[in-house]
């Protein structure tokens, strides 16, 4: 499956922006989806996630609240909501597709990736 991401930005704390991920090559329901993030200096984190047919949702503590994930099967799209950003925010996000049947947290779960968008919060 090929993934490729966008949306990313420069935004003022509080504001918001929405990441997509458009998905292509295999059918879009056999996979759970997922937003990472990596910042310099830090290991890449799993934001949120979305598990096959959306069954199963995930967030990391420190988004809950502000980020939501969606997917529009049609469009084989997946959607990153993220409101009230904060500066700690900051990092490359990347979407990817992991073939388990469950959400995991692990990075190695997850066999394709998208290229990566940048997203930066000013205070």
């Known amino acids: 499956v090929q993934l490729q991401a966008s949306g990313g930005g420069l935004v003022q704390a509080g504001g918001s922006l929405r990441l997509s991920c458009a998905a292509s090559?295999?059918?879009?329901?056999?996979?759970?989806m997922g937003w990472f993030r990596q910042s310099p200096g830090k290991e890449r984190e799993l934001v949120s996630a979305?598990?096959?047919?959306?069954?199963?949702?995930y967030y990391a503590r420190s988004v809950r609240d502000r980020f939501t994930i969606s997917k529009d099967n049609a469009d084989l799209t997946v959607y990153l909501e993220m409101n009230n950003l904060k500066p700690e925010d900051t990092a490359v996000y990347y979407c990817?597709?992991?073939?388990?049947?469950?959400?995991?947290?692990?990075?190695?779960?997850?066999?394709?990736w998208g290229q990566g968008t940048q997203v930066t919060v000013s205070s």
């Open positions: 990817a597709a992991s073939p388990e049947f469950v959400v995991s947290d692990y990075v190695g779960a997850y066999k394709y």
């Open positions: 090559g295999r059918t879009f329901s056999d996979y759970v």
């Open positions: 979305i598990g096959r047919g959306g069954v199963g949702i």
